[in-house]
């Protein structure tokens, strides 16, 4: 479906919202992230983003393409968002902002390389964007390309730590995960080096930062298997599969049960 087809579909239906004033959809989009209804968020952003010409801070259009795309990170349809960012990206071909949220769904879709370039073109057009170089970073780190991730990830947390502290509450915890998700990408970066002492500083580090994240309990998993540490690494993947934020991607979630399932266990 088209991204003007989709934003004719949402006016279609009984409401009223699409007639209010386009920053008060802001509001609308907010509550329905904080409410966890990640349909309805997108359904307002979609539609504040079809009046994009009416708003004249770039923050609240960033807002709004966040709003989209963590909606079809958390509703796991990567292929419909991939698709409204391509749309986006022929429209606005110099957002930063769309090839970073599209590098994401094409992380979280296994399309790592079609990630990279994303988050590299990103990175061209606002560069030293903490967010798009922990993604990268990451992304960066799960193809092999350690070297590269680490000086990337390093960079994050250097424009993360040089930020003044904020007073308001969910903006100092969106820069604290992060923050955790670069040590998690650097755990798996220095493993990959051989590095071993400074991979399970990375991920100790991580997890005491963002405890729920199920991404840094599976790369240590992975970690641990390798080297044979084999009830470390049963351990860290059923922490990986009830850890829910973010929770684990179903190709991630399939591997991580294989493991139990190759033994004869069970994952529960």
Excluded at 113 to 140: C, E, H, I, K, R
Excluded at 151 to 166: G, N, R, V
Aim: net charge neutral; charged share 20%.
């Amino acid at each position: 479906m088209s991204l003007l087809s989709k934003i004719g579909q949402i006016l279609s239906k009984p409401r009223d919202i699409w007639r209010t004033d386009p920053y008060e959809l802001t509001w609308k989009v907010h509550a329905a992230l904080s409410a966890g209804n990640f349909p309805a968020a997108r359904d307002a952003a979609t539609i504040a983003l079809s009046r994009r010409s009416e708003f004249t801070d770039p923050g609240v259009v960033e807002f709004l393409l966040d709003a989209v795309g963590s909606s079809w990170l958390h509703t796991g349809d990567y292929a419909a968002g991939i698709a409204y960012f391509d749309e986006c990206i022929r429209a606005y071909p110099n957002d930063a902002a769309a090839y970073r949220i599209r590098a994401a769904l094409r992380w979280y879709n296994d399309q790592l390389d079609a990630a990279v370039q994303d988050y590299a073109q990103s990175d061209l057009l606002a560069p030293y964007n903490f967010n798009t170089l922990s993604g990268y970073g990451q992304a960066l780190a799960e193809i092999g390309r350690s070297q590269e991730a680490l000086s990337t990830l390093d960079a994050a947390i250097a424009a993360i730590s040089s930020l003044p502290p904020s007073a308001v509450v969910s903006v100092g915890q969106f820069r604290r995960a992060i923050h955790a998700f670069a040590l998690n990408g650097k755990g798996v970066a220095l493993g990959a080096t051989g590095d071993s002492v400074g991979a399970l500083k990375a991920f100790e580090e991580s997890i005491a930062m963002w405890p729920d994240n199920a991404w840094v309990y599976f790369n240590r998993a992975k970690f641990f298997e390798a080297g044979a540490e084999t009830d470390k690494s049963l351990a860290d993947y059923k922490a990986a599969l009830t850890k829910a934020d973010p929770t684990l991607t179903p190709s991630k979630r399939r591997f991580a049960q294989s493991r139990f399932a190759a033994r004869g266990q069970s994952s529960r």
